[in-house]
């Protein structure tokens, strides 16, 4: 006679046990990963943000036929590189990565009031760049008045689309970011990197913590209601590797450090309100079955199968049609990523 | 004795028929060449390929249509002494670029327009020059350069105002011009493409004759046009506002003849680039 033991794990699914979930698996396509709290539908109107690996997302999404909006879509007919080295077509608008909650509801807050700090234009070699997304215009712009003339405009344009979004969707990228000591505003790259000039009077490093990204994360859902307060939010975590760490030790554990508080918060966050969610494209990216496999020779950047086992899952779990959606993009490009820049100054 | 003169070859889209048509007519009124015409449709002429003193089709659809058009199969170009490129420059077409993108010093900007997107002067510029260089005519120009003669290129003609009837393909030209932009988009274009076309070929834009206000040719120039034809003269629609016609076609032949006797009296290529009277105005 056997004895039957009762007890919770007796009655899990197999998609609880790391063995057959996990260990047996292919890591292209892991069954049952993600049960969405809301569904998206092809009618779905979807705003995306986040660090550079929600490029991909965006671009996966487009791809899937869902709707993905563009409150600056690029000039027609133009060049897709041109176009993307000017910020177009990366996101919902031509903020740029946003790396940072606490970047993300600095936005939120500017794209409320229509107002932008003049003191958040740097200057490279006579030419101007806006703080706040310094990579836009690669060669810069004429004057600081035209920073300040085209962010006003740019600020102008979020708003609707804000307003029009169904779902929002935000990756969270670095938990590291500089911020102005007099604003507490946080820039999307350090001073001195692409344009501006560090000054470690006026500039300081953070190094958010879990309690402050759930915090911001809670500032960041309030902000989006106050565009449509029946926006919903789709949270994930970038896999993609910190370039660098200014925290003081190895970027091997600042990496984990910085993805463990995001991956903690965004998951916390999600579970404590109906109308997030969080999508695993972190663990589905990091899965030890796919050795390794799902990151480019640089070991930071995600390979075209990687960000196409994400989309599967993701569009698998919503029941969309995957299309081509799921399909490694026909012409893979690298995300444009300001913090990549700082490999430029290892020694 | 013509055997003595320069050779002239006129290639370009369908805007050649015009001064095909012109020639035809009245060929001894540009005595100074022979000159010989070759058309294709549309973006065609970008689609053929220097090989060995030859233009030749780079593909079998490109192939029919040069038979069709011009009887031959290639066309051995190294026996002229220059150029003329008609159309496949886009300039209508320009016009979609800066619809809703604008930097701060356009016109429109400056009165106020608070509904298009601002960006800065130099992805506008790159986002045109990157036009301009994947026009047919470029990509023709690109072809002909290593022989080292002179080519002019001359536009397509502006629309006539006519062309207000037809919204759907005009409509980005029509909001040009009706917000005050026209003539500052116009010069942008004009400069980005004499930037291109150096060196060694020079732009010769719209004859000032042709010309309505800034950026329509007169509708008398226009009306009557026929279409790039091998045989039968084929009229274009009553809806064409595009191509002109044959005493347009004269006025382009002007151009062409003009300035190369400039260049030939030793003018150089800055005196060619004057010879038109709209040269100056890029």
Redo the contacts between chains.
């Keep these: 006679m056997s004895a039957v033991m009762d007890h919770p794990y007796a009655s899990l699914p197999a998609s609880a046990f790391w063995r057959t979930a996990v260990a047996g698996t292919e890591p292209d396509l892991p069954a049952a990963i993600h049960a969405p709290k809301f569904a998206l539908t092809p009618d779905s109107r979807i705003a995306t943000a986040g660090s550079c690996f929600a490029q991909h997302l965006g671009q996966a999404l487009r791809r899937a036929g869902l709707e993905v909006l563009d409150a600056?879509?690029a000039?027609?007919?133009?060049?897709p590189g041109?176009a993307q080295r000017?910020g177009f077509g990366l996101y919902s608008g031509r903020y740029g990565n946003i790396y940072s909650v606490r970047q993300m509801v600095q936005l939120l807050a500017e794209v409320a009031s229509g107002r932008p700090d003049p003191a958040l234009v740097w200057t490279r070699r006579g030419r101007h760049h806006d703080a706040l997304r310094p990579g836009l215009?690669p060669?810069?712009?004429?004057s600081a008045?035209?920073v300040l003339?085209?962010r006003r405009?740019?600020l102008?344009?979020l708003r609707p689309m804000l307003a029009r979004a169904d779902v929002f969707v935000f990756t969270l990228g670095l938990t590291e970011a500089w911020q102005c000591r007099r604003s507490g505003r946080v820039f999307p790259s350090c001073p001195g990197v692409i344009a501006g000039r560090f000054d470690p009077d006026a500039h300081a490093f953070v190094n958010f913590s879990y309690p402050q990204v759930l915090e911001d994360l809670g500032r960041m859902r309030a902000a989006l209601h106050g565009f449509n307060p029946q926006m919903r939010i789709l949270l994930t975590v970038s896999p993609v590797p910190l370039t660098a760490t200014a925290a003081g030790g190895h970027v091997l554990p600042a990496t984990q450090y910085s993805k463990a508080t995001l991956r903690a918060a965004a998951g916390d966050f999600a579970a404590a309100h109906g109308d997030a969610d969080y999508f695993p494209a972190y663990e589905i990216v990091t899965n030890p079955a796919a050795r390794g496999a799902f990151f480019a020779d640089d070991l930071r950047q995600v390979t075209p199968e990687g960000v196409a086992a994400v989309m599967r899952a993701f569009l698998a779990a919503h029941g969309i049609a995957a299309g081509e959606g799921a399909g490694p993009a026909a012409e893979a490009s690298d995300p444009v990523c300001e913090d990549a820049m700082l490999e430029a100054f290892q020694r | 004795m013509s055997a003595a003169l320069p050779r002239l070859l006129v290639i370009g889209n369908s805007h050649i028929a015009a001064p095909r048509l012109a020639y035809v007519a009245d060929s001894a009124r540009w005595p100074t060449h022979d000159i010989d015409f070759c058309g294709l449709l549309s973006g065609n002429i970008g689609r053929l390929e220097l090989r060995d003193g030859v233009l030749a089709p780079t593909d079998p659809a490109v192939a029919a249509e040069m038979r069709h058009y011009n009887m031959v199969r290639r066309l051995p170009v190294t026996g002229y002494d220059a150029f003329a490129i008609v159309g496949g420059l886009g300039w209508t077409g320009s016009a979609q670029l800066c619809a809703d993108h604008r930097s701060l010093d356009f016109p429109s900007v400056i009165a106020g327009d608070a509904g298009c997107q601002l960006v800065g002067r130099r992805l506008l510029d790159a986002a045109l020059r990157q036009r301009i260089r994947g026009s047919a005519a470029l990509r023709l120009l690109a072809q002909l350069r290593p022989l080292g003669r002179p080519v002019l290129l001359l536009p397509e003609p502006m629309p006539s105002a006519e062309c207000t009837a037809d919204p759907d393909r005009f409509g980005a030209y029509v909001d040009l011009v009706a917000r005050g932009d026209a003539p500052f988009w116009q010069a942008w274009f004009c400069r980005a493409v004499a930037a291109e076309a150096a060196p060694g070929a020079v732009p010769l834009f719209w004859p000032d004759p042709a010309r309505e206000g800034v950026a329509f040719t007169r509708a008398d120039l226009m009306r009557g046009a026929l279409r790039l034809s091998p045989h039968q003269p084929e009229p274009q629609p009553a809806t064409d506002y595009a191509h002109g016609n044959a005493d347009y076609g004269a006025l382009v032949m002007e151009q062409i003849v003009a300035a190369l006797a400039s260049r030939a009296a030793g003018a150089g290529a800055g005196a060619v680039a004057g010879a038109g009277p709209a040269a100056a105005q890029g």
């Design positions: 600056e879509p000039p027609p007919g133009i060049a041109l000017h215009d060669e810069g712009l004429d008045a035209e003339a085209i405009r740019h102008a344009r």
